[in-house]
């Protein structure tokens, strides 16, 4: 039986740096496309799906953290950020728009190659882990982890990949306080290097897409200076 090769979508508007991305990925049995600005991303990215994009930054026209925003809106696969900013509230940003993971350049192949492992390791691990009939309900909210769907008021909410994840890990341990750490290593595995305040902004903007949706109360309650605990009940002032 022939497996099927994951399939990258590379966008640069550096034509060698994404041959040398092509070379990499290749070696590592992946199949690639390329799209040399955001523009053209977006089209191959509603033509066909892919496992992975790697994305850059700084791209003329329509730069990497509109591609993110807009991959967001319909999809939630894996997006590595490749940006030359070094500065935290740069990654810190790709992060709020939907971003899971960000590689610095100059970067080393062997560091791309074990993202883009881990990424999709972490992708299928979540997607197999979820369960025929793992319906979760609360008042005015309903969570569909084997639809990866959330509802309010018999609504969908659009969360991406990560904030479902991260949501649906809270939900199934209702009452119970996690930390961050916890977390992180059942979302972004024991091997994230990133920074660990992805949690908050995470959650942040849970909540926020929890009330434009019309649910009035937040299930996410903070336990300070130990994590985060989910709680369905409303809280009366």
């Given amino acids: 039986m022939i497996m099927k090769k994951l399939k990258v979508l590379l966008v640069d508007d550096d034509w060698k740096l994404r041959n040398l991305l092509r070379i990499y990925l290749s070696k590592e049995g992946f199949d690639t496309a390329q799209a040399s600005d955001g523009s053209e991303a977006m089209m191959k990215i509603q033509s066909q799906p892919f496992d992975l994009v790697i994305l850059d930054v700084m791209m003329p026209n329509m730069d990497g953290w509109e591609v993110c925003k807009s991959i967001r809106q319909t999809q939630s696969v894996p997006i590595l950020m490749l940006t030359a900013l070094g500065e935290t509230k740069e990654k810190v940003q790709g992060l709020e728009i939907g971003a899971d993971d960000y590689l610095t350049k100059p970067f080393d192949p062997e560091e791309l190659i074990a993202r883009v492992h881990a990424l999709i390791r972490r ?61 992180i290593e059942q979302i972004w595995g024991y091997d994230f290097e990133g920074d660990a305040r992805v949690v908050d902004i995470h959650i942040k903007n849970i909540r926020e897409k929890l009330k434009r949706s019309g649910l009035a109360y937040n299930p996410i309650q903070t336990t300070w200076g130990v994590g985060y605990k989910f709680e369905a009940e409303v809280r009366k002032p």
């Fill in 123 to 183: 992708a299928s691990s979540v997607s197999s882990k979820q369960t025929a009939n793992s319906v979760l309900n609360f008042p005015a909210l309903t969570i569909d982890r084997d639809g990866h769907r959330v509802f309010v008021h018999d609504k969908p909410v659009e969360l991406t990949h990560k904030e479902f994840d991260l949501f649906a890990a809270l939900a199934k341990n209702s009452g119970r306080v996690l930390s961050r750490e916890q977390l």
